[in-house]
């Protein structure tokens, strides 16, 4: 067995035995959003956002393409990943009075956990300033992806926010999505810390694909030249293709949208990087069905589809 075998192995038998009880099938909350589902089977997918580095923007691409998918009638959660140093919430202006801790310890069901944000959005909070969330072992993580994939009405789109870094705590999740999406900015480490994560997803976990999104640059040309640096030393050295998907201008709206404690795309739906995100989530929508071979039960709602009557096969 080569050693991203190994590793999937591992993790699998992790999410086969990790379960709390607390990690219980239940009532999805109602969507008004689903009377906008297309009459055919909606597909489940999960979309970790990720970056290496701090400060790239994960959260703001997480946060404002989620109320995109969501703005465009798709049916959307957000977890918050960044466990101990969550700030989806703050973006967001939540008050959240439970977090993915209290899920871990039995307190309470993934439902529960839910948070309603602006535009249909559902938010999954990470506690914060929680020593034990940021500690959280392979078998917790494996506890937390399990019990989205058993969620009885599972949604169209999960997103990841995922921390900084490249602990497991970051490539756990990365791994089980289905689609990673790499924030990077124009900046040397930003560029290093994005070649370290993928390196470690397409050597350890045997991801192949991941899509960049280029943020807080001036314009396509830019976006498209930081692209082309990091596809150049990736497909030298790693086997891994790195998709452009999109960039998000350097954009002032946005910063003011963040300290009122809203997604831009919420309060200035015309401003640039609203506009931005607005693509993004058009090209989101499109992409095709991930390849899940290989994949087994590592996953975010692997293979999983819920047709428009909402009851999932
Ligand atoms: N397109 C943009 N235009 C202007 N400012 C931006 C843009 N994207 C992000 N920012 C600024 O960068 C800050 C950091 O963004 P964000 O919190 O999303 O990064 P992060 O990668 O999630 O950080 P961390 O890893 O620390 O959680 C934001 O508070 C915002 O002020």
């Not at 086969?16 to 099938?25: D, I, N, Q």
């Not at 008004?32 to 400060?55: D, M, N, Q």
């Not at 990365?174 to 993928?198: F, K, N, R, W």
């Not at 596809?231 to 790195?242: E, Q, Y």
Request: aromatic content about 4%; some cysteine; glycine content about 8%.
């Amino acid at each position: 067995m080569d050693q991203a075998s190994g590793l999937k192995q591992m993790l699998s038998n992790m999410v086969g035995r990790a379960t709390p009880s607390s990690v219980v099938a239940g009532d999805h909350q109602a969507s008004s959003l689903l009377a906008a589902a297309p009459a055919a089977r909606r597909h489940c997918r999960a979309i970790a956002v990720a970056g290496g580095k701090g400060g790239v923007g994960k959260s703001t691409v997480a946060v404002n393409l989620g109320m995109s998918l969501s703005m465009a009638g798709r049916d959307v959660m957000l977890l918050d990943a960044d466990m101990g140093l969550a700030n989806v919430d703050v973006m967001l202006g939540l008050t959240p009075s439970r977090h993915i801790g209290h899920l871990l310890d039995g307190n309470c069901t993934l439902e529960e956990l839910l948070l309603p944000a602006p535009r249909g959005l559902q938010v999954v909070p990470a506690g914060s300033g929680t020593r034990r969330l940021a500690q959280l072992d392979n078998g917790e993580h494996a506890a937390i992806i399990r019990a989205f994939d058993e969620l009885a009405r599972p949604p169209e789109f999960l997103l990841v926010d995922t921390a900084a870094g490249l602990s497991d705590n970051v490539t756990m999740f990365a791994a089980a999505a289905s689609e990673v999406i790499l924030v990077v900015c124009d900046e040397p480490a930003s560029l290093t810390d994005a070649y370290g994560l993928t390196k470690v997803l397409s050597r350890d976990f045997g991801v192949r694909r991941v899509r960049m999104v280029a943020n807080m640059v001036r314009n396509e040309g830019d976006a498209r030249a930081l692209h082309q640096k990091l596809a150049r030393v990736s497909d030298r050295f790693l086997d891994v293709v790195i998709d452009f998907s999109g960039w998000v201008p350097h954009d002032e709206r946005l910063r003011q949208a963040i300290r009122r404690q809203c997604a831009v795309v919420d309060l200035w739906p015309s401003s640039q990087s609203a506009l931005a995100f607005k693509k993004m989530a058009g090209v989101v929508d499109k992409w095709a069905e991930p390849d899940r071979a290989g994949l087994d039960r590592i996953a975010f709602f692997g293979g999983r589809t819920v047709p428009a009557d909402g009851v999932p096969r």
